[in-house]
C-alpha cells in the first residue's frame, strides 16, 4: 500500500483522475484480465523486495568482512 502513495504522490495524482485511470484500465483490460494483471504485479513487486533485502543482506556481509 506504501507503494502505492509515493507513486500517487510522484504523479500528483488525485482522487479523479486515479477513477479515471481505473476506468481506462478496465476498458483496455477488461473484467476478467484485471485479477491476473493485480497477480502479476503483486508477484514482480514481492521479487523486487525479496531482491533488494538479499542484496542489503549481502552488503552488510561484505560491510563486516572489511
Given amino acids: 500500500?506504501?507503494?502505492l502513495i509515493m507513486i500517487i504522490g510522484i504523479f500528483g495524482?488525485?482522487?479523479s483522475e486515479l477513477?479515471?485511470?481505473g476506468i481506462i484500465i478496465l476498458l483496455l483490460f477488461g473484467g476478467k484480465?484485471?485479477?491476473q494483471l493485480m497477480k502479476?504485479?503483486?508477484e514482480g513487486i514481492s521479487?523486487?523486495?525479496k531482491a533488494k533485502g538479499d542484496i542489503s543482506v549481502?552488503?552488510?556481509d561484505l560491510s563486516k568482512k572489511d
Fill in 47 to 49: 521479487e523486487f523486495k
Fill in 40 to 42: 502479476g504485479l503483486g
Fill in 13 to 15: 495524482l488525485g482522487g
Fill in 19 to 21: 477513477i479515471i485511470v
Fill in 58 to 60: 549481502e552488503a552488510k
Fill in 33 to 35: 484480465k484485471i485479477p
Fill in 1 to 3: 500500500m506504501n507503494t
